[in-house]
């Protein structure tokens, strides 16, 4: 088969949430099908409908993280997998699902939180030969054992980008509920502009930073394999948003020093207070708590006084009960934790040649009479602590400082 002319359309959740939107999607995709005949469609669970089975399974006991809630979620994906496919053959167009199972799509056996190892292409390259559309369900995989997987919750983007890579389509679209990726979460900042492109680790960032416009394994495959990446709407015509390699990018526009504010309400921090100063007190800390799966996010250490030390982390907030049960069997004097925090970043590539960004951040919070609480840092982003009731009033602060209301933006 000739792979040059393979494109990937992903929808999300409200982009198929009903009759009318599947409808909808379907004209997206017969179009792009006249035009290149060889389309993969993958798609999530109608809107709402994961956190709906989530809770029916939690009710009656199932956790989270086990095998059964994994069989039951992908049942979400599995009905708009089919209903799609239906509604294209009725426009009297070939189409034919595939399970991740069917496929399969090989994932690595960890429930909730699996990771794609394979995609055997053969049954879809069987399809795509004889000008069939394959409509095939994010967000799933199977184990070696036959079980099934999920991927973590907006894992149809990671869905989407691995089938890309191993069709090595020629792009990888994604439809969603805004027209793109914007220079902060729309719904809290109305100034917000569509970014016309950005680069991968940008993205990457943005993403993991809480901007969940794309799941952050997404970016980081489509960034590994070089695959171009568009977002844009499904529910109206728009060029969206593209994300791709620094060379295409630095062709496409202007550097700006700063691309998009990102946040996440969802952290919480303990404060670990007086643990002895001393060699491996670290590595024992956090050797159990990655043992039991505790996904940690920010670490700072102070500096060591009459031989104790503190140790601030953060981590997700529905893992904290699990994490100061394991925290409490470590010597210290004492363990604070807040939950009341936000973590706002600035990213920006523009930063990697350009100091002074940091300035213009503390500078901004500082008129607003924010507090920072914690700072950290990377080549390419600044993320401070804040308290969770300024959330808004950061974002839109530090997004009109860096004018990221404005067509131009800060140019460098
Ligand atoms: P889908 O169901 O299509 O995967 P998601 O809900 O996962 O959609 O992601 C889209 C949502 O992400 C938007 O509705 C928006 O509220 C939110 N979002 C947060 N930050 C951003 C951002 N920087 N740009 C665009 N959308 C963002
Ligand atoms: N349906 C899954 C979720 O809600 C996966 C996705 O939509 O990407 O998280
Ligand atoms: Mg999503």
């Known amino acids: 088969v ?35 005949k060889k389309i993969v469609v993958v798609v999530s669970a109608m809107s709402q409908e994961t956190n709906r089975l989530i809770q029916y399974g939690l009710d009656l006991g199932g956790d989270i993280a086990d095998r059964e809630m994994d069989a039951l979620l992908t049942t979400g994906e599995q009905v708009s997998m089919a209903l799609l496919t239906m509604a294209i053959k009725k426009r009297g167009i070939k189409a034919f699902s595939l399970t991740g199972w069917q496929i399969p799509i090989q994932t690595n056996g960890v429930y909730s ?25 994010g967000f799933q995989g199977v184990d070696l054992d036959g079980n099934l997987n999920t991927l973590g919750r907006g894992g149809s983007d990671t869905s989407a ?4 890579v191993s ?84 062709q496409m526009m202007e550097k700006t020093l700063v691309t998009g504010i ?13 643990v002895a100063d001393k060699p491996g007190v670290a590595h024992q800390i956090f050797k159990t708590l990655s043992n039991q799966n505790i996904y940690i996010d920010i670490i700072v250490q102070n500096v060591g006084q009459n031989g104790k030390n503190d140790i601030s982390i953060t981590i997700k907030q529905n893992q904290l009960k699990q994490a100061l049960a394991i925290l409490q069997k470590i010597q210290c004097d004492q363990l604070i934790c807040n939950d009341n925090i936000t973590t706002v970043t600035v990213v920006g590539f523009g930063m990697k040649s350009h100091s002074g960004v940091a300035t213009v951040v503390f500078e901004t919070l500082a008129k607003e009479n924010i507090n920072i609480d914690t700072i950290t840092t990377s080549e390419i982003k600044i993320t401070v602590l804040i308290s969770k009731k300024y959330t808004e009033l950061a974002v839109r602060a530090l997004h009109k400082a860096f004018k990221l209301d404005q067509e131009k933006g800060m140019l460098l």
């Open 161 to 164: 980008v691995a089938i890309s």
């Open 262 to 274: 990102a946040h996440k309400t969802d952290e919480a921090k303990i404060s670990i207070i007086g």
């Open 2 to 36: 000739d792979n040059s002319n393979i494109i990937v359309l992903k929808f999300g959740g409200t982009s198929v949430k009903d009759l009318d939107r599947i409808n909808a999607v379907t004209d997206i995709i017969v179009k792009k099908y006249q035009r290149y």
């Open 167 to 250: 069709l090595k389509a020629r792009v990888c679209e994604i439809y969603t509920d805004v027209k793109g990726v914007y220079t902060a979460d729309p719904r809290i900042c109305q100034d917000a502009r569509k970014i016309e492109a950005l680069t991968f680790e940008e993205m990457a960032e943005l993403a993991s930073e809480g901007s969940k416009v794309l799941h952050v394994r997404s970016v980081l495959f489509a960034a590994k394999n070089n695959i171009e990446l568009r977002v844009l709407s499904s529910f109206e015509q728009n060029v969206g948003t593209v994300v791709s390699n620094e060379e295409k990018i630095n």
């Open 113 to 137: 939180n699996a990771r794609i190892t394979n995609i055997d292409t053969q049954k879809i390259l069987a399809q795509l030969t004889e000008q069939t559309i394959v409509v095939i369900p």
